[in-house]
């Protein structure tokens, strides 16, 4: 807050903003700004953040879930004329997800219709915290990873590391590399096999040099997919990794301007 009245006064922009912008990791209730329980953020719990703001500066103040709003910064700058259906697959401590099917995000009838780190991929797994069984999260973010890779090696201590002494060919850094693309391989077909989008694109951590991961991730999913008879799926990475989460909050505002001028 400090930031946002320095840069208005500094500028002398005071009246003049067109809006507030904020992105947080879900769960969280975008229709009226309120965070509700997301994990590792237990301060923030039942906040509502859009109402603090909008009481500050006078001004629009929209919440979204971090992942979605990274989908919706895709579909307006990035691919919107290459794709106008996929999934953007957000790996790093969860897994986040946003989905855009004919050009528009996707959320569902209560706004969690998108939540594929919670979809379970092993009916005898570990009770997740949102309520489910053996969810994608427990398996295939990076601290879960990682934590497989303690049975490997004990010093493999990051996921970047890792990727780099795979690409150097690294037999215990690829076993790694290829766990974490047999996860991501499950995710993604039951994905496709639901929504059958045109892609997905690697965000969050998984965007580090990540040719070999998807070279893998692709092999798996199109042996895998319903469809593979009549289509082959490319995963691409995001291209957005310089201040994705500064430039998506920005943009749930400039989209929101946008619209309402169009109507
Ligand atoms: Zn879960």
Known sequence: MITIR?????????????GIGITAPGPLDSSNGTILNPPNFDQWALTNVTDYFRDKFDCTV?????????ALLENFYSINN????????????????????NGQLYKGSSGFGNDFGHMSINFHGESCRCGNIGCAELYASIPNILAFTKQINHDFADWNTIVDLALTGDIQALQVIEKEAFYLSVIITNIMNILDVETIIFAGD????????????????????IARMVKQVNIISSSITYEAPVLSSANLILEHFLKGLSH
């Open 6 to 18: 320095k840069l208005t006064e500094e500028n002398e922009l005071l009246g003049e903003l067109l």
């Open 206 to 225: 998984l965007t580090y040099h990540s040719s070999l991961l998807i070279d893998l991730v692709e092999t798996q999913v199109n042996q895998q997919i």
């Open 62 to 70: 929209l919440l979204e879930n971090n992942s979605n709003a990274l």
């Open 82 to 101: 290459q794709f106008k259906n996929f999934v953007v697959l957000n790996v790093d401590s969860g897994i986040g997800s946003g989905v855009i099917l």
